[in-house]
């Protein structure tokens, strides 16, 4: 990513590799039980996601690796946040959970950015949960939960409600992809939040925490999304679970 050009993404001249979800495009997306995001063009990305980009110098696209994968590339100074355009009802029932994944791949030194995950976002996109993950050598990774007031258009996040350096059961690579999951149950006086860093290659948990925070609100009714920051980070796909529990 050279020459970066502030306050805009970087073109993409690619033909489709894969379909943006046929669901998003017939308003089943976010009705359905579970379902999941993978890229595909520029423009597919573009109408599938909302774009909250605080100050600084971002660039970033849809962009075909020489493994084949396509991933979204980030690049530049600051942070931003990309949250799913809703299609199709939502669920709102306050005894649903929510559990949203995405892999994402840190390019560069060890602790040099963050990647994270929204949910229960409102649809002013002005509060929700988020997750975030610092990956800050091959044996250790901070996690940390944001409580319902973070913004996810702003560079400055509150206090986290938890904030816990834990030590990785597996050594991670750094050439290799992760995956950051955030579940959001209902409880009778608030919710549980658990947040958990996985191998992109099986379901092997190397590393989780977990608190709760008050409060009544549905997480599974609100919109989901991720945050990136860091000089670059690679992200792919994004998968939502909405169920009863």
């Given at each position: 990513m050279s020459n970066p050009k502030r306050n805009t993404l970087r073109p993409l001249r690619h033909p489709a590799f894969r379909s943006l979800l046929t669901l998003l495009a017939s308003g089943g997306l976010l009705a359905a039980q579970d379902s999941s995001v993978e890229f595909s063009d520029q423009p597919a990305f573009e109408q599938a996601f909302t774009a909250l980009k605080p100050s600084g110098e971002i660039t970033g696209g849809i962009n075909p690796m020489s493994t084949g994968e396509i991933v979204f590339d980030k690049g530049g100074k600051g942070s931003i946040s990309y949250i799913l355009n809703p299609a199709g009802t939502q669920p709102t029932g306050a005894d649903a959970a929510i559990s949203v994944t995405a892999a994402f791949r840190l390019v560069g030194s060890w602790d040099v950015g963050s990647f994270g995950l929204w949910a229960g976002v409102d649809s002013d996109k002005t509060n929700g949960w988020l997750a975030l993950a610092n990956l800050l050598s091959p044996n250790e990774v901070r996690l940390r939960i944001f409580g319902r007031d973070a913004a996810p258009g702003r560079e400055k996040l509150p206090p986290?409600?938890?904030?816990?350096?834990?030590?990785?059961?597996?050594?991670?690579?750094?050439?290799?992809?992760?995956?950051?999951?955030?579940?959001?149950?209902?409880?009778?006086?608030?919710?549980?939040?658990?947040?958990?860093?996985?191998?992109?290659?099986?379901?092997?948990?190397?590393?989780?925490?977990?608190?709760?925070?008050?409060?009544?609100?549905?997480?599974?009714?609100?919109?989901?999304?991720?945050?990136?920051?860091?000089?670059?980070?690679?992200?792919?796909?994004?998968?939502?679970?909405?169920?009863?529990?």
């Open positions: 986290p409600i938890l904030d816990q350096t834990v030590q990785t059961r597996s050594t991670l690579e750094k050439s290799a992809f992760v995956r950051l999951r955030l579940v959001i149950k209902p409880e009778k006086d608030g919710s549980a939040i658990r947040v958990s860093l996985l191998s992109d290659s099986s379901d092997e948990v190397l590393a989780e925490v977990q608190t709760t925070e008050g409060g009544t609100s549905p997480a599974a009714a609100g919109l989901v999304g991720v945050r990136l920051a860091g000089e670059r980070v690679l992200w792919k796909n994004l998968s939502i679970s909405r169920r009863p529990e």
